[in-house]
């Protein structure tokens, strides 16, 4: 069975310094804080070592470095697709229409814009309590539809019949 895999947090990362502070071996960290011995001393190697670790400094290379890697959102809110998903919802089309227009669009009946977004996504996006004049139209979104919930309570309702 794999372990799972997370990120350090700040507590994991503190914890690890007052304990090598304290003395403490690599593996009795690990096996305190849940993590591989490998996990670890990786850690503590990557920021400066047993001697020198220190938390802060840690937590800041390691925010840096995600910063950096890693898949950027799509739907950004300062992005082109956001700002169009926002226009389309604005005119009160549903999430699916906007998911199918772009895929037409795509597939070459209209100039290609190569933003592509599914209708997931666009119920994914968070909603504003409140819509004021310069609030996104991601607001106005209606409720995904409770098209699983209707399946589950019909199949209950027919068991228990």
Known sequence: M???????????????????????????IALG??????????EVTRNGGCANYEAGAADG??????????RKARMAPDGALFTE???????GWSPEQI??????????????????????AIYALPR???????RSAACAMPSPPA?????VASFAASWSA
């Open 147 to 151: 098209a699983a919930s209707r399946r």
């Open 99 to 120: 998911s199918g227009r772009r895929k037409r669009e795509d597939a070459g009946l209209q100039q290609e814009s190569g933003l592509r977004v599914s209708h997931e």
């Open 61 to 70: 290379q390691a925010s840096a470095k995600r910063e950096l890697t890693g």
């Open 128 to 134: 504003e309590t409140s819509c004021g004049a310069n």
């Open 33 to 42: 804080l849940g993590l591989s011995p490998g996990t670890v001393s990786d």
């Open 2 to 28: 794999a372990v799972q895999r997370r990120k350090r947090t700040v507590v994991d990362r503190t914890t690890i310094a007052l304990r090598l502070r304290d003395g403490w071996g690599i593996r009795q």
């Open 85 to 91: 998903t926002a226009r389309l919802l604005g005119l």
